[in-house]
């Protein structure tokens, strides 16, 4: 029985190193170490990921791929290789990959966070450069921010006189959450660090 069990994981690995090889070429990607089963180059990182990156990109160049899990990753470690990539090709390499939970209901066709680049996401980002992000809107809410650290302080030196412990992870997520929703909506979306911590998990999950 384990002989069997061990025969049959070698043939998977086998077949999954064909795969991925034949899948390389069909996608002509860059090079870079080959990976295991189902960890990929997991283990080539190690406890320090960017002096093993830096390691490896001295064997397979400034630009790599690598297998992190099941997910494909093309690292870059060269300012020259990344300026090339940033701005002259940023047209073809700028789409990101959409999750399942965001395809649902449509919102990739929909979101500026998930669309592809096409001309109607540029218009979006146009609107929000020119509406939302521009100098005179920024300055308009100069207010509020200052309202919303305010409140963040607040909170921290309450829980200061009692004696319990902040999660400053969890309280500038609920502060800068808070202050996206008045700025578009003009409410609080969460009340508490507790609720925006809940928020933060499924914003995370959805990613």
């Not at 966070?113 to 992000?133: G, H, Y």
């Not at 909506?185 to 009340?191: A, E, R």
Request: glycine residues 4%; contains cysteine.
């Amino acid at each position: 029985m384990l002989l069997l069990l061990i025969l049959l994981l070698l043939t998977c690995t086998t077949l999954y190193c064909l795969h991925y090889r034949n899948l390389r070429r069909s996608y002509k990607l860059p090079p870079g170490p080959s990976p295991l089963s189902i960890i990929g180059n997991l283990h080539e990182l190690g406890n320090n990921p960017h002096h093993s990156s830096a390691k490896l990109a001295k064997i397979h160049g400034p630009i790599m791929t690598l297998k992190l899990g099941q997910l494909t990753t093309i690292m870059i470690s060269s300012a020259e290789m990344a300026q090339m990539v940033l701005q002259t090709h940023d047209r073809f390499l700028s789409n990101r990959t959409v999750s399942e939970a965001a395809r649902v209901l449509g919102h990739h066709n929909h979101s500026i966070s998930f669309m592809p680049v096409t001309p109607l996401w540029r218009s979006l980002r146009r609107i929000c450069n020119d509406q939302l992000f521009a100098n005179k809107t920024i300055n308009a809410s100069q207010d509020l921010r200052r309202k919303k650290v305010q409140e963040l302080l607040r909170e921290i030196h309450q829980s200061s006189l009692i004696g319990e412990a902040v999660d400053i992870g969890e309280a500038a997520f609920k502060t800068t959450l808070n202050l996206l929703s008045n700025t578009i909506f003009s409410i609080d979306l969460v009340q508490s660090s507790g609720s925006a911590a809940g928020f933060k998990d499924l914003v995370a999950n959805i990613c």
